[in-house]
């Protein structure tokens, strides 16, 4: 096997057990222990016994309904405590779970079955239009059966349609035990979870991860430091989501914390929730990170309970890192009471996390973390040859138990993504410092400017930008002028809202470049224009959704910038 330049510290053993008997077998809390509590209605709740229970029952009705062993299962709902028992039953029962973006339109939904051969959706009955509009526009019995996720009180069941009730019904009071096994070439080869990769540029893909990955993820990720105990975490990211389904299906279990359920992400609702509930910990993309700070709401709320902010889908700008700190505790303390705003990097084929900063370590370097153990990595040039060192910049690859095999149904991609030394290639740009071992992100490879043969990348530009008061969001792209001949950085701008009392004069496309113009050398300004707009695109967990930008940009100039290598 081709040797790795960087290594993450050695890993402990990885459990080859199946996920459920990994979680249930034997339990780390008594059976009552509260797991996850609805936010808006903290009598609803699953604890750590009814939970399993539930999951025995829903087994039996999944494999009552016709779910044979490796069906896809496709959830298609926003969050809810029971998500991830459903998500754990499917699995449990010998089937693949899958799950897809609530706002998706028939279209979307149609590749995300077809890509994934769904046999069975469930979704919420508020979605059930778009969902019966995919399936005419797929092969005629493509998907078995259809069944209505209504768990909350006021969600009906429409006429005709079968709810998930009868899941449990015909599960009966006990249920049936999960598909068990205890060896590692079964854990390495069944697949759990079927999740899709981002789809930033292109239509997403289809991610096998296996029993293996994810009970490894949990432990090279959590595991290997103190603290996951006793937790109270707010979830708001989409349970469909990498950036969620580790965390919710098993560490909360694993390591028993407590959750707070928010059906979809709302700034008010989430302040008061932290507030409420006292939460410790919570993971947030950098946009809300920006709107926590930029929004006159937070300073009506108490969110000094929380001590751990996790940073994710992007690298977090170190000024708006400090700035978080201090809205989130305005009075500052000793070091060790300072909230810790830390930042990690992760992708759907890791099975999410990558990198991380172990408690209780403090960076505002702008730093995504070091190697989780057991992780290696190199760093390859444009054409994919092996520059590895410290401090050497290019496109970061990845091997190791979290990394997963390939694309699901799709082997040119997988054969173009992971090479014969069984790295996987991440597009992503960045370095490790040789002094500290941290690692840092440049930018994606193929977003990368090249300004008059000069590097820029968008994610500097886009840090500066949101440090301006009057900016709430912000993206940069590459588009080609030609009475310039080259590519040139262009911004796509979302303004504050101004209050009737507002003073300050209002920023306009001059104000903007001039800001930026201050701060940055000469190829790094935004000579390719400013646009004012309404919003950024993005997708669920907070990235943008930079193909519909440059798509814009084609519009507005005729030429886009494809981005360079590094």
């Known amino acids: 096997m081709e040797p790795a330049f960087f290594k993450g510290p050695a890993p402990p053993p990885i459990p080859t057990k199946d996920i459920l008997s990994w979680i249930f077998d034997e339990p780390r809390c008594e059976d009552d222990q509260k797991i996850l509590i609805d936010a808006n209605n903290d009598s609803r709740y699953v604890t750590f016994g009814h939970a399993r229970n539930t999951i025995r029952r829903l087994i039996k009705g999944l494999k009552a309904a016709g779910m044979g062993k490796g069906d896809c299962v496709l959830i298609h709902s926003f969050n809810d405590i029971y998500y991830p028992i459903l998500?754990?039953?499917?699995?449990?029962?010998?089937?693949?779970?899958?799950?897809?973006?609530?706002?998706?339109?028939?279209?979307?939904?149609?590749?995300?079955?077809?890509?994934?051969?769904?046999?069975?959706?469930?979704?919420?009955?508020?979605?059930?239009?778009?969902?019966?509009?995919?399936?005419?526009?797929?092969?005629?019995?493509?998907?078995?059966?259809?069944?209505?996720?209504?768990?909350?009180?006021?969600?009906?069941?429409?006429?005709?349609?079968?709810?998930?009730?009868?899941?449990?019904?015909?599960?009966?009071?006990?249920?049936?035990?999960?598909?068990?096994?205890?060896?590692k070439e079964t854990a390495e080869n069944t697949v759990a979870c079927r999740l899709f990769s981002s789809g930033t540029s292109g239509l997403p893909k289809g991610v096998e991860i296996t029993h293996y990955n994810i009970v490894a993820q949990h432990e090279l990720a959590h595991e290997t430091e103190n603290g996951l105990e006793g937790q109270i975490w707010t979830l708001k990211l989409p349970m469909f989501h990498v950036a969620n389904v580790p965390l919710v299906f098993t560490s909360m279990f694993r390591k028993p914390?407590?959750?707070?359920?928010?059906?979809?992400?709302?700034?008010?609702?989430?302040?008061?929730?932290?507030?409420?509930?006292?939460a410790t910990h919570t993971s947030l993309p950098p946009i809300i990170a920006t709107g926590i700070i930029k929004s006159p709401l937070t300073d009506r709320y108490d969110i000094s309970s929380l001590r751990m902010v996790i940073s994710s889908a992007w690298a977090l700008n170190p000024d708006i890192q400090r700035t978080l700190i201090r809205k989130i505790k305005p009075v500052k303390g000793p070091e060790e009471n300072e909230p810790r705003i830390t930042q990690l990097w992760g992708m759907t084929e890791a099975t999410c996390?990558?990198?991380?900063?172990?408690?209780?370590?403090?960076?505002?370097?702008?730093?995504?973390?070091?190697?989780?153990?057991?992780?290696?990595?190199?760093?390859?040039?444009?054409?994919?040859?092996?520059?590895?060192?410290?401090?050497?910049?290019?496109?970061?690859?990845?091997?190791?138990?979290?990394?997963?095999?390939?694309?699901?149904?799709?082997?040119?991609?997988?054969?173009?993504?992971?090479?014969?030394?069984?790295?996987?290639?991440?597009?992503?740009?960045?370095?490790?410092?040789?002094?500290?071992?941290?690692?840092?992100?440049?930018?994606?490879?193929?977003?990368?400017?090249?300004?008059?043969?000069?590097?820029?990348?968008?994610?500097?530009?886009?840090?500066?930008?949101?440090?301006?008061?009057?900016?709430?969001?912000?993206a940069v792209i590459g588009v080609i002028?030609?009475?310039?001949?080259?590519?040139?950085?262009?911004?796509?701008?979302?303004?504050?809202?101004?209050?009737?009392?507002?003073?300050?004069?209002?920023?306009?496309?001059?104000?903007?470049?001039?800001?930026?113009?201050?701060?940055?050398?000469t190829y790094k300004r935004l000579e390719g224009g400013v646009v004012f707009v309404d919003t950024i695109p993005k997708n669920a967990t907070g990235k943008v959704l930079k193909g519909v930008l440059r798509e814009w940009a084609g519009s507005e100039v005729g030429r886009v910038g494809g981005g360079g290598g590094c």
Not at 118 to 130: A, D, F, Q
Not at 257 to 278: A, C, H, I, P, Q
Request: aromatic content about 8%; proline content about 6%; hydrophobic content about 35%.
């Open 257 to 278: 914390s407590t959750g707070y359920v928010l059906r979809r992400f709302d700034m008010e609702n989430w302040l008061s929730t932290v507030e409420k509930y006292k």
């Open 481 to 521: 002028l030609e009475e310039y001949g080259s590519e040139l950085p262009r911004a796509y701008i979302v303004l504050r809202p101004r209050s009737t009392a507002d003073e300050t004069t209002p920023l306009d496309e001059d104000g903007v470049k001039e800001f930026v113009k201050s701060q940055v050398a």
């Open 87 to 183: 998500g754990l039953s499917i699995i449990g029962a010998g089937g693949v779970f899958a799950g897809s973006n609530p706002s998706y339109t028939p279209r979307e939904l149609i590749h995300h079955i077809a890509t994934s051969q769904t046999r069975i959706v469930i979704s919420e009955p508020e979605l059930l239009v778009n969902v019966r509009a995919a399936i005419e526009g797929l092969p005629e019995g493509s998907v078995k059966a259809v069944y209505v996720f209504n768990p909350r009180e006021g969600q009906s069941v429409p006429p005709g349609e079968i709810s998930w009730e009868e899941l449990l019904n015909a599960g009966g009071k006990e249920g049936e035990d999960w598909v068990r096994f205890d060896d």
């Open 353 to 474: 996390i990558v990198t991380k900063f172990n408690h209780p370590e403090l960076d505002g370097t702008g730093s995504v973390g070091r190697l989780i153990p057991g992780i290696e990595a190199k760093i390859v040039d444009d054409e994919g040859a092996d520059i590895s060192d410290y401090n050497a910049t290019g496109e970061i690859c990845l091997r190791g138990p979290t990394i997963v095999k390939g694309y699901f149904g799709n082997p040119d991609a997988t054969r173009t993504s992971w090479d014969q030394g069984g790295f996987y290639h991440t597009g992503d740009v960045g370095y490790c410092d040789r002094e500290t071992k941290k690692w840092y992100l440049i930018d994606r490879k193929k977003e990368l400017i090249k300004v008059r043969g000069f590097q820029v990348a968008p994610v500097e530009l886009e840090g500066i930008l949101l440090a301006h008061p009057q900016i709430l969001d912000a």
